[in-house]
Nanobody, 124 residues
Framework: QVQLVESGGGSVQAGGSLRVSCAVSGYRELRRSVGWFRQAPGKEREGVAA????????YYADSVKGRFTISQDSAKNTVYLQMNSLKPEDTAMYYC?????????????????WGQGTQVTVSS
């Protein structure tokens, strides 16, 4: 059974940094993607970043390029999202998700397995 557990959310002032983590269990296939998504109240779920387990390839939404970095620790089966230069508009519930394959990287409907989410709040 595939399980994803997010942690590390919290509150920070604009310009600050946070790192959220996603522990993946029960999914040993390396030809898989793990993506980070976010959803603010009243808004659609938005893809933020994705990483391909087998080669570490990454993909980012334009809104976070240069500020967010996705990475993985294969030994710990954990994917991280380092978020720098945070803005109030980054405030959302952040979810990690996993699927087989790579394309399309940030289409949330293509992801089969989801975590419960962790809240990130950025104050101005």
């Amino acid at each position: 059974q595939v399980q994803l557990v997010e942690s590390g959310g919290g509150s920070v002032q604009a310009g600050g940094s946070l790192r959220v983590s996603c522990a993946v269990s029960g999914y040993r296939e390396l030809r898989r993607s793990v993506g980070w998504f976010r959803q603010a109240p009243g808004k659609e779920r938005e893809g933020v970043a994705a990483i391909y387990a087998s080669d570490g390839g990454t993909y980012y939404a334009d809104s976070v390029k240069g500020r967010f970095t996705i990475s993985q620790d294969s030994a710990k089966n954990t994917v991280y999202l380092q978020m720098n230069s945070l803005k109030p508009e980054d405030t959302a519930m952040y979810y990690c998700a996993a699927k087989g394959g790579w394309w399309p990287q940030l289409q949330h409907s293509s992801y089969a397995h989801w975590g419960q989410g962790t809240q990130v709040t950025v104050s101005s």
